[in-house]
Structure formats: structure tokens, C-alpha cells
């Protein structure tokens, strides 16, 4: 199967005699063979439009879709008598879209090389929509040959496009071939680079170091990856790198790139973008990702230096008497670093052959970040994206274990390595080891194990769990002693009760908590196959568990339905809060440099990538708690890893519940997905979380 991977798919038009380009067929790689499905078209009255046709889309006796789009997005969730999920479209082919699915806002975005841009409402799918910007092709007017040739280069830039899938590229979601020709692409809320950094600057609340650099990695990563590709942008420059979150940032504005060999030598006149431009490029027309280099030389200037234009003052002719003939270059920006400014004379190299090219860059560039990171005292510490991605990698490859495994490997993780005594530290809720008499044992994770017990105290005898812990280090230890003293204190009938500590002989420390009769929620719903109707009480209880714990400024870190327990069949407890942490009464988040196994699926991604953590954070985990106990208990993003899971959420993705359960509860889906809002403050609160709960699913 050449280099295709499990899982790989291709939507193609049927080529049988008779079909008249009306029907469609499904290739899907799995266990090294194509299988192939035909997507069977079935009369419907049942349409969200009017001006659709008749048909809904279906593969054998599957559910029925209106759009193949929305029939393809079901099959990334789950097989559903498919041979494997669908992961990766393979196909050469951009969607189409039809005009009538765009819904234009008023006003431009911007004008490009070939277009202007407009923002639009792609209504993909009945009652919903995805905002999406909508490059539209300006053509001279009159047939002319300037005509033709604004509308090839309109056509190669959607072909380049195609193909290109990459967290720090804009993404092309289809191409209007009806009418107008437009190119339709992912929305980038925050507009291109350069005003972006202007009006930050000019608001008084300019980027740090730390995010320009961060930036400044992305584009080389995606820089990088279009060099693999063999893909000469020719216009890279910070008008053309767009913002969506002040963490995330991606190439675009692919009017004038070419896929090639070796070189691209230009025969087309015009305005040409010469302060971005390498010596071969101005002299010779001669366009290689070396001179992609030297363009990213200069982007990298702009945003150092908050979106200023280079070479500002000077015409054309005088930049190209300055650079080459002169060897004059771009002034070291204030705030950037002597090793980072080094790497920018080295993309200015004038000779072609000695530049470096993209990954030599890169590497320098995510050392850089990555050191500024650890030398900001005080600052925000940006964790390296790639740094993350590498180390999921690695995670992936060496836990090739079970899901189980993972949960429980993922579940304990902060204060674990090995225990260290505290002189003259002590736990107010401290349980001597006489008092409790353990017994069997309940589970066994990767570093420690729960017992069953009991616990005689003042009040009486009662059934306790004992998880055994370690806690690395006096400060820890002293920092998970107090933590421990605040959990003691919370009593909410949807909290998991915390009796204490104990100090066993031989220096364990052991969690003592109120011993549940039931499992865990996610085992207890897989196990039951409780429809939505009656367990959708639970995601009211949790919510209601987890606004307290937000009023109490605790943040629990690792909210997951393994990590609520079931008390009884109409009742459930938020439990597990070796990850919890109590925030001071002036602070809003809770930062660490803490590393080791983390519970990804359930991670917010400022937490991922800032190391930040706050009560927003809890609800993204609580979203995917939902989506859990929506679906019986089973794992979310089945059949992924931790890294695939990152580029998906990053490419805009988000977890889907069946469409039999969306239809069953129409409130659900959109709750989960305002709770994975990218924007921690568009988030709602749990307090906004509860009433929507109490209103559709009383506890």
C-alpha cells in the first residue's frame, strides 16, 4: 500500500458507466488491503434545505447524512461497521462546496494577491454552521490575458493547498467551482500577524518574548513542513501568517507559491514583495526554500519587532542597492536575543548554497525558545509546542499498552517519585497506622495501589480505600501536606470524602478516603449501558461537585469519569485529587514545571503548552467528562494517541456524541463544545454549566 497507514481513506466520484458523475464510492486502507464501500444514496423528505436534493447519504445499513462531509466526519468518531475510523482523507481533491452554503457577512477581511477575503458561515449540515473566511477571485475586467492569467494562478493556489495538512498551516476546507470561483479556508479570529502585533503594542499590552518566539517556532515548524513538501511559498512575511489564539499562528496566503524540484525561475511581472526578497530572487527571479529562508529571516524581524515594516522609508531600488550591493541588513530589534539575532544573519546569508535550510533553522530557533523559557524568572513559561509533540511521541512509542494502563498510569502523576520526611511539617488530618486494619486490594496502578480497609476513629469503625502514594522532596511534601489539610476541610455530597493521612512504617503515605461500594463511573456506565435519559443526572451531579470546588478557588486538575466514583445508582462523587491544587486568594491560575505522564485527552491546551492551569482548565476536562459518561464510558478520541490527539484538537476538531444522542438531547453538544472553547475566558463557568444542567437533567 505504499505509504499509506491504517485508517487512510479517499472520497472518490464513481467511474461506472452510467453513473454521470453522480455517485460516490469510499477507500479505506486497513490491515494492509483497500477496502472499498459504495455511499448509497436514499429518497428523503427529511432535508434541512430546500434546495438540496432528495438524497441522503448512507453506507450499507449505517445512519443516513445529508452532506458526504457529515456522513465522513460520523466514521472519524467511530467504525460503526466500517472495516476501521476513518483518520486520514488521502485524497488530491478539495471538497466542493456549493455557493449556497456560504452565508456572507458584510465587509472585507482583507484583499490578497488574487482576491479579497470575507468572512462567511459555511452551513455544512442542518441548524449548524462553521465560520470559515472566503477568499473570492478578482478577474480583470474584460476576456484578456491578464484575465486568464489571475484566474490560473487563483487555480494553482488551491491545488497547492490541497494537499498541505499541517497544525501551522491554514487549512483549505473546499473550493466553489459554481459561479465565482472562491477558496475556502479555516477562520483565523485574530487577522494577520503585523496588525495583530501593532495593536497589541498600541494597546499597551504587548507580547512578551516568550510568545514571539513561540511564533516564531511555529512558522518555522510549518516552514519546515513545506519544505518536505517541496512547496516554495515566495511571500512569506507576517501580513501572511495569521493568529488564532495568542498561542497558535499558521502560514497562509499561497497566491504565489509553487511546488518544484529544485528552483522555480518566474517569468510574471508585477509588484513583487522586495524587502522579503533573497539576492537570487531580485537578480535572477530564481525562487528555492533557501530564499523561503531569507524571507523568514525578515518575518522573524517584524515580529520582533511587534509588526514595524522592514526597511521602512526605503524604495524598492534602494532596499536592493542596500542588501545586495551594499551587504546592509535589517538593525538587531531591542527585544531580541543576541543567540536568536544570530540566527537571522544566517538566513541573510548572500550566497544561496551557504544559507541553512528549514530544519538547521528550526532546531535553532526551538533551542532558543525553549532556553528562554527556562531563563524567564518569574514570566510566563511558554512550553515549547514541538517539545510537547516530541515527548508525546515518545510516550506513544514506549506505553504500548492498553487503555487501562494508560488511565492509570495518567491518573497518578505529581507528587510521585519517591517519599521524603518533612522535619517539623504536620498534617492537621494526619490517621496513625493503628487506627486502620487494611485488607484486600482494590487496584494496582503504575506507582502505588489502592487497598480496601477500615478505619477506627472517635466517631466509629468505617470502610475506608487506602491509596498508597510517594511525594518527592521537602517542599513537595510540604506543599502536598497542605493541600491535603484544604481537601480535608470540603464537604459536598458530590465530593468523594477525604478522612487523612497516614504515615505507615517504612516511610509510605497512604490517602485515606470513603470506601465506595460501585466502581468508577466510566466502568460502571460500560458495564450498565444506561442510555443518556438516566445517567444524565450524573453530568448535573458532577457539575454541581465541581462549582463548589471552583468556590473554594480549588482547581482538581484531573477530572475524568475514571475519577468519579459511583456511591449509588443515583449517585455519583468526584474523587481523586492527587493533581488538586488550592489557589491563593489573589491568584487566578496555578503554573508548573512538573513533568511526567499527564492526562492529555482530558488537558486543556494552555495547560499542554503554558503549563497554566485555572478553573477554565477544569471546565475543558469537564466537557470530555461529559462527552464520556454521553457515551457509556467509553475513551474518549478512541483509537488515538496522545499526539494524534493534539493535532486534532489543534486542526479545530472536537469530540462528537452519537447523533442518535444529539437528536435524544439537543443541549449536550453544544454545552461540550463552549467548554473547549480555545480561549479559556469564552469558556463558560460552572455556574453557567449547573443551570444549563438543572434545566435539561435534574440531579
Not at 202 to 216: E, I, V, Y
Not at 626 to 631: D, P
Amino acid at each position: 500500500m505504499g505509504g499509506l497507514r491504517e485508517g487512510d481513506y479517499v472520497v472518490r466520484i464513481s467511474d461506472r458507466p452510467g453513473a454521470n458523475g453522480l455517485e460516490y464510492g469510499l477507500a479505506v486502507a486497513h490491515d494492509r488491503t483497500i477496502q472499498h464501500y459504495k455511499l448509497q444514496k436514499h429518497i428523503s423528505k427529511q432535508l434541512s434545505r430546500r434546495d438540496h436534493n432528495r438524497y441522503k447519504f448512507g453506507i450499507q445499513d449505517g445512519l443516513r447524512f445529508e452532506f458526504i462531509a457529515e456522513l465522513i466526519e460520523h466514521y472519524h468518531i467511530e467504525a460503526d461497521g466500517l472495516c476501521c475510523i476513518l483518520k486520514r482523507n488521502v485524497s488530491t481533491m478539495a471538497v466542493e462546496i456549493s455557493p449556497r452554503e456560504l452565508q456572507m457577512e458584510a465587509g472585507l477581511l482583507g484583499s490578497g494577491e488574487f482576491g479579497e477575503v470575507r468572512k462567511a458561515l459555511w452551513r455544512k449540515r442542518a441548524g449548524q454552521g462553521i465560520t470559515v473566511a472566503v477568499k473570492v477571485l478578482k478577474v480583470p475586467a474584460g476576456a484578456s490575458e491578464a484575465a486568464d492569467a489571475e484566474m490560473q494562478a487563483f487555480i494553482d493556489e488551491g491545488k497547492t493547498m490541497v494537499p498541505l495538512k499541517h497544525a501551522f498551516v491554514v487549512k483549505l476546507m473546499g473550493v466553489v467551482q459554481e459561479g465565482q470561483k472562491m477558496l475556502v479556508t479555516e477562520f483565523m479570529p485574530l487577522g494577520a500577524m503585523n496588525k495583530f502585533l501593532k495593536s497589541k503594542q498600541k494597546a499597551g499590552d504587548p507580547l512578551p518574548l516568550q510568545a514571539l518566539l513561540l511564533f516564531m517556532k511555529q512558522i518555522a515548524e510549518g516552514m519546515v513542513y513545506l519544505e518536505a513538501q517541496k512547496v516554495v511559498h515566495r511571500d512569506l512575511a507576517s501580513r501572511n501568517v495569521l493568529v488564532q489564539s495568542e498561542n497558535v499562528c499558521k502560514i497562509s496566503d499561497f497566491g504565489m507559491s509553487r511546488q518544484v524540484e529544485n528552483y522555480y525561475k518566474s517569468s510574471r511581472v508585477g509588484k513583487w514583495p522586495l524587502k522579503w526578497y533573497a539576492p537570487e530572487c531580485m537578480y535572477y527571479s530564481k525562487f528555492t526554500s533557501k530564499g523561503d529562508v531569507w524571507s523568514y529571516g525578515v518575518c522573524s524581524w517584524e515580529i520582533l519587532s511587534h509588526g514595524k515594516k522592514p526597511f521602512k522609508g526605503m524604495k524598492g531600488d534602494q532596499v536592493v542597492q542596500y542588501v545586495i550591493e551594499e551587504k546592509g541588513r535589517l538593525a538587531c530589534p531591542a527585544i531580541c536575543p543576541g543567540a536568536m539575532y544570530d540566527v537571522l544573519q544566517e538566513c541573510w546569508t548572500h550566497e544561496m548554497e551557504a544559507r541553512p535550510g528549514f530544519v538547521a533553522v528550526c532546531r535553532k530557533v526551538q533551542q532558543i525558545h525553549a532556553a528562554q523559557g527556562r531563563g524567564s524568572s518569574g514570566s510566563t513559561a511558554v512550553v515549547s509546542r514541538s517539545r510537547v509533540m516530541d515527548d508525546q511521541r515518545f510516550y506513544d512509542l514506549e506505553n504500548a499498552i492498553d487503555e487501562l494502563e494508560v488511565a492509570e498510569q495518567e491518573e497518578q502523576s505529581i507528587y510521585m517519585r519517591h517519599i521524603g520526611s518533612v522535619k517539623g511539617v504536620k498534617s492537621k488530618c494526619t490517621i496513625a497506622e493503628s487506627a486502620l486494619r487494611l485488607e484486600a486490594e482494590l487496584g494496582h496502578g503504575s506507582v502505588g495501589n489502592v487497598l480496601k480497609g477500615s478505619w477506627s476513629s472517635p466517631k466509629g469503625t468505617f470502610a475506608v480505600a487506602v491509596k498508597m502514594v510517594r511525594v518527592g522532596g521537602d517542599y513537595k511534601h510540604k506543599s502536598f501536606l497542605e493541600s491535603c489539610d484544604k481537601l480535608a476541610a470540603l464537604r459536598h455530597p458530590n465530593l468523594l470524602p477525604f478522612h487523612g493521612l497516614c504515615q505507615f512504617h517504612g516511610g509510605r503515605m497512604g490517602v485515606v478516603l470513603e470506601f465506595q461500594m460501585y466502581d468508577a463511573l466510566n466502568k460502571y456506565l460500560a458495564a450498565k449501558k444506561l442510555p443518556p435519559r438516566s445517567s444524565k443526572r450524573f453530568i448535573t451531579q458532577i457539575a454541581i461537585g465541581m462549582q463548589y470546588l471552583a468556590d473554594k478557588a480549588i482547581i482538581h486538575r484531573d477530572l475524568a469519569a475514571r475519577n468519579v466514583l459511583v456511591h449509588s445508582p443515583e449517585q455519583c462523587k468526584i474523587s481523586d485529587f492527587s493533581l488538586a491544587k488550592s489557589l491563593g486568594h489573589e491568584t487566578e491560575y496555578y503554573r508548573t514545571e512538573q513533568k511526567g505522564l499527564w492526562p492529555i485527552k482530558w488537558y486543556a491546551p494552555e495547560c499542554l503548552y503554558s503549563s497554566t492551569f485555572t478553573t477554565y482548565s477544569d471546565v475543558w476536562s469537564f466537557g470530555v467528562t461529559m462527552w464520556e459518561v454521553a457515551q457509556s464510558g467509553k475513551t474518549p478520541y478512541p483509537g488515538m494517541k496522545g499526539r494524534q490527539v493534539l493535532e486534532f484538537i489543534e486542526r479545530g476538531n472536537r469530540l462528537k456524541i452519537h447523533p442518535k444522542i444529539i437528536e435524544q438531547e439537543p443541549w449536550m453538544q453544544p454545552l461540550m463544545e463552549s467548554c473547549w472553547n480555545t480561549n479559556p475566558r469564552s469558556r463558560p463557568s460552572f455556574k453557567q454549566i449547573v443551570a444549563t444542567c438543572r434545566a435539561n437533567a435534574p440531579p
